[in-house]
């Protein structure tokens, strides 16, 4: 089993000025490291056809891969005295994160989606230092132990548990001070119990909604509390007196602080709501049907149009605007990320199922019931259903997580027999 303890530290004033001079040490490293790769990218990579039969090919510079970066360490300390400082496992780790930032450029992750182009870090834009190898002694009587830094005061607020091996510690900077992140690996320690096979009687099943947060198919409903539109005046307020202060003043540097954690403490409370909705659903069963929900998509910006004329028109995009917003604020990701591990360290699962069709097929009769999406309440024409439509997608989304199927289309035309009766 794999956990992370997020653990807030309380440094000295000389510990803050090293960690804050290790921070963009190890940014200017970063930026010349990637910037190597992209002089290569760049200058080497050409297509099969693109040069005639016959050409001149200067020689070809060596590939700046992983290995080689990570040998250009010690010449580093040799040229930069002061690099010394770093403590050197530190130091090699930012090696691996421009490989990890390239690669995803340009190979992409298993499942071939590519990310974009890398950006180079500016100014207090690296935020963390990572190491990637502690163990459980360093850490006694509410202090921790990092190389060349120091014993450092943390505020443990939970213990350790028994069992567990200290593995990495992420020393991050957030705008409200310092923290660590330590994750813990144990191997005796199960990640779940024995397989659950799910009924009827030991699942529940959950529609997420901007109207609704979740509509359980109990018929129960957990208010959405939008952290962010609460906060969002007094967002609007303070960025105003941003933009009204000199660049790179004093005053404009202590207002960014004040936004940056406001928006921290709106992520916090969206989080804290996370886990306490993730335990009261897992209270009620141990099996927890969800819709399989690509949010990235649906948070996408409307694509442009064009008329005739090839003149951009209206394409809805200043409404879409505010529904992307309301689910970025909503978290769906995040709290089927968080529900998945609360469920499984409490030894039950949860189940994502194809939302194809949840919203517009009756729950009792399995019969195609159209409706827009401002219409709020499902009606069935044929079994004479009349319940909320969250609640009907929900239960919808239980019985397809138990095996039935709603690809196939019916009709909303009453059978023969009836006709024959009548």
């Not at 960690?19 to 290569?40: G, K, P, S, T, V």
């Not at 969250?390 to 009836?418: C, F, Y």
Request: with cysteine.
């Amino acid at each position: 089993m794999r956990k992370a303890y997020q653990y807030q530290l309380l440094p000295t004033t000389e510990q803050k000025t090293t960690m804050e001079r290790w921070l963009d040490m190890l940014r200017l490293q970063y930026n010349w490291l990637l910037a190597e790769r992209f002089r290569w990218w760049e200058e080497n990579r050409c297509d099969i056809n693109a040069c005639p039969l016959i050409c001149h090919l200067p020689e070809l510079r060596d590939n700046p891969d992983y290995y080689s970066q990570k040998r250009s360490v010690v010449p580093l300390k040799s040229n930069r005295p002061w690099y010394k400082e770093i403590y050197s496992q530190v130091l090699q780790d930012c090696v691996t994160r421009v490989k990890l930032a390239f690669d995803r450029f340009v190979k992409g992750d298993s499942k071939g989606n590519r990310s974009g182009r890398p950006r180079f870090k500016g100014k207090n834009r690296y935020r963390s230092l990572t190491y990637p190898q502690i163990d459980i002694s360093d850490i006694k009587n509410n202090r921790i132990h990092l190389s060349k830094i120091g014993w450092i005061k943390l505020v443990l607020h939970r213990p350790i548990p028994d069992g567990f091996k200290a593995k990495t510690a992420i020393v991050t900077k957030k705008s409200d001070g310092w923290y660590v992140t330590i994750t813990l690996v144990a191997e005796s320690v199960p990640t779940s119990s024995v397989e659950i096979i799910p009924t009827d009687d030991n699942s529940i099943a959950l529609d997420l909604g901007l109207e609704k947060f979740a509509a359980l198919d109990t018929g129960e409903f957990v208010d959405i509390p939008q952290h962010f539109r609460h906060s969002e005046e007094k967002l609007a307020k303070l960025q105003r007196k941003v933009t009204a202060r000199k660049k790179g003043s004093r005053a404009r540097k202590l207002l960014n602080r004040r936004v940056g954690r406001l928006h921290q403490r709106i992520a916090r409370a969206r989080k804290q709501f996370h886990f306490e909705t993730a335990k009261q659903i897992l209270q009620k069963a141990p099996v927890v049907f969800v819709e399989d929900l690509a949010v990235k998509n649906m948070s996408k910006r409307c694509k442009p149009k064009q008329d005739e004329q090839s003149n951009y028109v209206a394409n809805g995009q200043s409404r879409k605007s505010g529904l992307n917003k309301s689910i970025a604020d909503a978290g769906w990701a995040q709290f089927i990320e968080i529900l998945s591990f609360k469920a499984e360290s409490a030894g039950g699962k949860v189940v994502k199922v194809n939302p194809k069709n949840t919203s517009q097929v009756c729950s009792n009769c399995l019969n195609i019931v159209p409706k827009t999406l401002k219409e709020r309440w499902h009606d069935c024409n044929r079994c004479n259903l009349s319940i909320d439509r969250d609640t009907n997608s929900a239960i919808l989304i239980k019985k397809v997580g138990l095996g039935v199927s709603l690809t196939i289309k019916r009709s909303r035309v009453k059978p023969r027999e009836a006709h024959a009766v009548a």
